[in-house]
């Protein structure tokens, strides 16, 4: 039976971890994450979770760990923040071109100079082109629930997983939380099968320098090249959406929440204005709507949840109907806009699903994004829609000019 117990977003995540038994944990401290170790230390230290807890002197030391841990068939965890993440961005690549199984909390905040421990999303975003599959929560409930899920995607894809999810908004909020009972997350998580080979009478070289071009070894057998490899990587992140989707509704049957899209929707059923958005601004703007339709406007709200890799089709369904689009975003790719903005509009490109799409940026540093702010957007950037042919525009919300 489920528990539902009050907990932070940084309890739930520990909690997750624990719930898929992982037998290592690299852990180094910053702020919002510390916590999640700090809760995980705890679990080790009571024996509640059998694990190796290996305290590193870096992010970029904790990420290496991992990344050893898992080559020799451990499922692992870790978590960091900021420029934790930053510090780790080498071995990211390496993490994924390795096709490990890795899974980390990403707890959203921003991103120096100047230094600020508050939230935003410039972080996670910074690395999105690092091969993770990146998944956004919106509260509580789906930190624990996503993070369980991750290792399910990551250990069938052979790619690792980035859980985000914003900086105090969720990791210091209490929050009620259903607990899934550790024998449904059993069922649902099968043992971790690695694809790498230790074998001391069969000894090989693990990630070798390649050649350009396609090679045999010294068995003869024709080998890939470096292109050959990142194909194979493309081509798994693709179909990867399948398999997230999959797993999203077996753990739907099981616990009776909803994961079965790569999108959420709310009252999109008869709206004309959508606004999108990942993580907790998205939730904000489902208030918005509200304060949206009581002055007859139909509006809805399509939160992202899976961010890479990126639902290009359902967008497209999401989208198709829509008299304007307002995309939410706490991050910005400097000189250009949003990127989640920027990926929408290429996913639209060519489709015939043309609407008017402003782009808000909001939130940066830990800035509150109150839901009577985002109303009062979107009712300014529809009357200008109205008035003009004005397709693409970034708006700054609460931000002195």
Known sequence: MAEVQIMTGNTAAATAAKLCQVQVIAAYPITPQTSVTETLSQFVESGELKAEYVRVESEHSAMTVCIS???????????????????MHEQLHWAAGSRLPIVMCCVNRGVGAPWS????????????????????????????????QAYRIAEEVYAPVMVCYDGFVLSH?????????????????PAYKPHTILNAENPRN????????????????LCDGYMEIRYKFQQALEKAGDVIVAAGKQYSK???????????????????????????????ATVAVDQLRARGI??????????????????????????????LEKAISYGFEGAL?????????????????????????GRDVKAREIFEAVQASLAEM????????????????
């Open 69 to 87: 841990a898992s080559t020799v068939g451990a499922r692992v965890f870790t978590s960091t923040s900021s420029h934790g993440l930053l510090y």
């Open 117 to 148: 421990i508050f939230n935003d999303q410039q972080d996670s975003i910074s690395q999105r082109d690092t091969g993770w599959i990146q998944l956004y929560c919106r509260d509580n409930q789906e930190i624990i629930d996503t993070v369980i």
């Open 173 to 189: 909020t209490m929050m009620p939380v259903s607990v899934p009972d550790a024998d449904l997350v059993k069922t649902f998580l």
């Open 206 to 221: 693990i990630n070798p320098v390649i050649f350009p071009g396609m090679r045999k070894n010294s068995a003869g057998i």
């Open 254 to 284: 099981l616990t009776g929440r909803d994961y079965s899209e790569m999108l959420w929707h709310y009252k999109t059923d008869d709206a004309e204005v959508l606004l999108t958005g990942m993580g907790s601004i998205a939730t904000e």
């Open 298 to 327: 139909k509006a809805g709200v399509v939160g992202v949840r899976v961010f890479r890799p990126f639902p290009s089709i359902a967008v497209q369904q999401a989208l198709k109907n829509a008299r304007a689009v307002i995309v």
């Open 341 to 365: 903005c920027s990926d929408i509009k290429a996913a639209l490109y060519g489709t015939g699903i043309n609407p008017p799409i402003h782009n808000f940026i909001a939130g940066l540093g």
């Open 386 to 401: 109205n008035s003009n042919d004005s397709k693409n525009k970034t708006i700054w919300i609460n931000c002195r000019k």
